[in-house]
């Protein structure tokens, strides 16, 4: 008669069960950690889009509508920079009064980690029309 054998499992089986395991949670932890990852430039992203937002709300308001080169720092490692210039495709519309003259607008947020967001958008700016003395043109 031959010996009953035991149920259970051998060294090797262990062995190779846990080198499995360990694979699986491998994976599992990385990818994890790009959901965590992307998660965070997500909010990166967000919170700079809020604040391009932000100013460019303030642009007309607290900041004056003139060609210019403007940048702040916003904290919690966000700075911002903004480009006024007139704009070079749209002519200004001319009424009786007064011009209204086209800018565009650039607001550029940056952060730590190399991260940059571009906003832009087009403003218009009313100024006085030009004085036209006719009797100088010739000269």
């Known amino acids: 008669m031959s010996p009953t054998r035991r149920g259970g499992f051998t ?18 932890l990385r990818v994890f950690s790009t959901g965590l990852d992307s998660i965070g430039v997500a909010e990166r992203y967000a919170s700079a889009t809020m604040l391009a937002r932000s100013v460019l709300d303030e642009i007309g308001a ?6 210019d080169e403007l940048s702040g720092d916003a904290g919690d490692g966000f700075t911002w920079n903004v480009e006024i210039a007139r704009s070079a495709v749209i002519a200004p519309i001319v ?16 952060w730590e980690g190399g991260g940059s967001l571009t906003l832009t958008t087009l403003r218009l700016a009313s100024e006085p029309a030009p004085a036209i003395d006719g009797g100088d043109a010739g000269q």
């Open 62 to 67: 607290e900041i004056p509508l003139v060609a």
């Open 11 to 28: 060294l090797i089986e262990v062995l190779v069960a846990f080198a499995i395991l360990a694979l699986v949670l491998t994976a599992l």
């Open 95 to 110: 009424d009786a009064e007064s011009w209204l003259v086209p800018y565009d607008v650039a607001v550029t947020v940056t």
